[in-house]
């Protein structure tokens, strides 16, 4: 239910409540109520570390590098350095499309792991590293490199991949990039993306200028998409139709050939700013290559984007955009026209990593849907500074927020719609409440672009219209009779 100011700061301090004191105030810190009459930007605190004995829903720093930056990479080898589990669990978890042969010239689902074991972490793992980079040269021969993802015990025992990767890297005569992402790192996954643009800068970018290309004035790549359900195929259908030329994609369906060229071209495009800010920062720094951010959720987010991405070209590119924006309302109209009826005022609360609320917000607005709590897992200040003009007052933001928290607001709020990740996915569905899984789509997709807006607004008409809802209730709120009566109904 939508709130006013002091109803919404109602719910957090009685949220706040059942904490002790210590903790209260430390939580306190991380919860607000969106005010849009306060002088300046009114943020909450975000980037910290998580409280002991709170449970969160964060990933690691190898999440960051494994799961997000490096593992999309298609043509490269990608070894989880440690025991099998992390490597299990994240691989094809993030359904990074891409096309090729897998286990020919493409890699992505696959999961490699040097299986640490006790002898492993009291002898070190360099060796089994060195023989796991042998072996993978000889069943990949197509691979064009390989990335060492570093788990926690690498850490802690002190193995050096950088020397195994330098060594083995000069015999095999490809690119071996160490990762020291071991996942005890920093705060939360957000450091494991800065390690992972660290080492394509120090790995990657670095031999740019001994690769060969040649540059045309329309050239653009795409950067932090990870192509997730075909997202990035359908950016580029848009950038190709506003008549530019992508080149790259970082890193969904990408190569390790494409970002070598990356630093070529005339506009670095960034999709997920989080993950990837640092390295096209580094680009525009060293290489001279403007970046900007872009939005392709929704008709709203889709036109304005194109718009400031025209606005880097000459007046053909921008006249072009102009065309193809009004073939696409078209498109889009129909879709708004069809779904709109069916989702007016459905109010949404919103959970989902570093980046994804604030884009997300206006595709769910041009369906007439309202947003009434955002939060992210592990997003920084700036995330919430622009993110609190795309929300209305008084709505309720959170970061890093406990199971305990998410429930408790959940139960006030009443939404009509939960967009969050695995972790909570089935805990709100057996409270009754619709959900979207919004890191991977719930195995849909792609929702970015315009015909990935009406599978989009397709799915949150599935899921908030469907009838089971009002037939559920949590199993630990049916009472005796409720079961009764279901007994004997049965």
């Given at each position: 239910?939508?709130?006013?100011?002091?109803?919404?700061?109602?719910?957090?301090?009685?949220?706040?409540?059942?904490?002790?004191?210590?903790?209260?105030?430390?939580?306190?810190?991380?919860?607000?109520?969106?005010?849009?009459?306060?002088?300046?930007?009114?943020?909450?605190?975000?980037?910290?570390?998580?409280?002991?004995?709170?449970?969160?829903?964060?990933?690691?720093?190898?999440?960051?590098?494994k799961?997000?930056?490096?593992?999309?990479?298609?043509?490269?080898?990608?070894?989880?350095?440690?025991?099998v589990?992390?490597?299990?669990?994240?691989?094809?978890?993030?359904?990074?499309?891409?096309?090729?042969?897998?286990?020919?010239?493409?890699?992505?689902?696959?999961?490699i792991?040097?299986?640490?074991?006790?002898?492993?972490?009291?002898?070190?793992?360099?060796?089994?590293?060195?023989?796991?980079?042998?072996?993978?040269?000889?069943?990949?021969?197509?691979?064009?490199?390989?990335?060492?993802?570093?788990?926690?015990?690498?850490?802690?025992?002190?193995?050096?991949?950088?020397?195994?990767?330098?060594?083995?890297?000069?015999?095999?005569?490809?690119?071996?990039?160490?990762?020291?992402?071991?996942?005890?790192?920093?705060?939360s996954?957000?450091?494991?993306?800065?390690?992972?643009?660290?080492?394509?800068?120090?790995?990657?970018?670095?031999?740019?200028?001994?690769?060969?290309?040649?540059?045309?004035?329309?050239?653009v790549?795409?950067?932090?998409?990870?192509?997730?359900?075909?997202?990035?195929?359908?950016?580029?259908?848009?950038?190709?139709?506003?008549?530019?030329n992508?080149?790259?994609?970082?890193?969904?369906?990408?190569?390790?050939?494409?970002?070598?060229?990356?630093p070529?071209?005339?506009?670095?495009?960034?999709?997920c700013?989080?993950?990837?800010?640092?390295?096209?920062?580094?680009?525009?720094?060293?290489?001279?290559?403007?970046?900007?951010?872009?939005?392709?959720?929704?008709?709203?987010?889709?036109?304005?984007?194109?718009?400031?991405?025209?606005?880097?070209?000459?007046?053909?590119?921008?006249?072009?955009?102009?065309e193809?924006?009004?073939?696409?309302?078209?498109?889009?109209?129909?879709?708004?026209?069809?779904?709109?009826?069916?989702?007016?005022?459905?109010?949404?609360?919103?959970?989902?990593?570093?980046?994804?609320?604030?884009?997300?917000?206006?595709?769910?607005?041009?369906?007439?849907?309202?947003?009434?709590?955002?939060?992210?897992?592990?997003?920084?200040?700036?995330?919430?500074?622009?993110?609190?003009?795309?929300?209305?007052?008084?709505?309720?933001?959170?970061?890093?927020?406990?199971?305990?928290e998410?429930?408790?607001?959940?139960?006030?709020?009443?939404?009509?719609?939960?967009?969050?990740?695995?972790?909570?996915?089935?805990?709100?569905?057996?409270?009754?409440?619709?959900?979207?899984?919004?890191h991977?789509?719930?195995?849909?997709?792609p929702?970015?672009?315009?015909?990935?807006?009406?599978?989009?607004?397709?799915?949150?008409?599935?899921?908030?219209?469907?009838p089971?809802?009002?037939?559920?209730?949590?199993?630990?709120?049916?009472?005796?009779?409720?079961?009764?009566?279901?007994?004997?109904?049965?």
């Amino acid at each position: 239910m939508s709130m006013n100011k002091q109803e919404t700061q109602a719910l957090i301090d009685e949220v706040l409540e059942v904490y002790p004191e210590v903790a209260r105030e430390d939580r306190a810190k991380h919860l607000g109520v969106n005010d849009t009459s306060a002088e300046g930007t009114s943020c909450i605190t975000s980037n910290r570390k998580t409280l002991p004995g709170v449970m969160t829903v964060r990933g690691c720093a190898y999440a960051g590098s494994k799961g997000v930056v490096w593992g999309p990479v298609k043509d490269m080898l990608h070894i989880s350095h440690g025991p099998v589990g992390c490597g299990q669990y994240s691989r094809a978890g993030r359904r990074n499309y891409y096309t090729g042969t897998t286990g020919v010239d493409t890699f992505g689902t696959l999961n490699i792991t040097t299986d640490f074991q006790e002898r492993d972490i009291v002898f070190g793992g360099d060796k089994k590293l060195s023989a796991a980079i042998d072996e993978l040269e000889t069943l990949f021969p197509l691979s064009k490199g390989i990335s060492v993802q570093s788990e926690c015990p690498v850490g802690l025992i002190g193995d050096d991949i950088e020397a195994v990767a330098k060594m083995k890297g000069a015999e095999i005569g490809k690119t071996i990039v160490p990762v020291r992402c071991e996942g005890f790192r920093g705060v939360s996954q957000s450091l494991g993306h800065h390690i992972a643009n660290d080492t394509i800068r120090d790995h990657v970018l670095s031999k740019s200028d001994e690769r060969e290309f040649e540059a045309g004035p329309y050239d653009v790549a795409i950067i932090g998409d990870y192509n997730i359900g075909g997202d990035a195929w359908s950016s580029r259908i848009i950038l190709e139709d506003m008549g530019l030329n992508v080149v790259a994609q970082w890193s969904g369906d990408g190569t390790l050939p494409e970002m070598e060229k990356t630093p070529n071209v005339k506009l670095n495009l960034v999709h997920c700013y989080r993950s990837m800010n640092y390295i096209v920062r580094h680009m525009e720094e060293k290489h001279g290559v403007p970046w900007v951010e872009y939005n392709l959720f929704g008709p709203s987010k889709i036109e304005e984007s194109m718009r400031k991405i025209a606005g880097y070209f000459d007046e053909k590119i921008q006249a072009q955009t102009e065309e193809v924006i009004k073939r696409y309302r078209e498109q889009w109209q129909a879709v708004i026209d069809k779904y709109r009826p069916r989702l007016e005022g459905k109010e949404v609360m919103l959970y989902v990593g570093g980046l994804r609320p604030r884009h997300i917000i206006g595709a769910y607005e041009d369906l007439g849907m309202e947003i009434v709590g955002a939060g992210y897992e592990f997003a920084h200040n700036d995330d919430y500074v622009k993110t609190t003009p795309e929300v209305k007052d008084a709505t309720l933001l959170f970061d890093d927020a406990s199971a305990y928290e998410l429930e408790e607001f959940v139960k006030k709020l009443n939404p009509d719609l939960i967009g969050s990740g695995i972790k909570e996915k089935y805990v709100f569905q057996k409270m009754g409440f619709p959900f979207r899984q919004m890191h991977s789509w719930d195995y849909s997709g792609p929702y970015h672009g315009v015909d990935g807006f009406a599978i989009f607004a397709r799915d949150m008409d599935l899921t908030i219209n469907n009838p089971c809802w009002n037939s559920m209730k949590a199993p630990w709120l049916k009472d005796e009779s409720s079961e009764e009566a279901m007994a004997k109904t049965a």
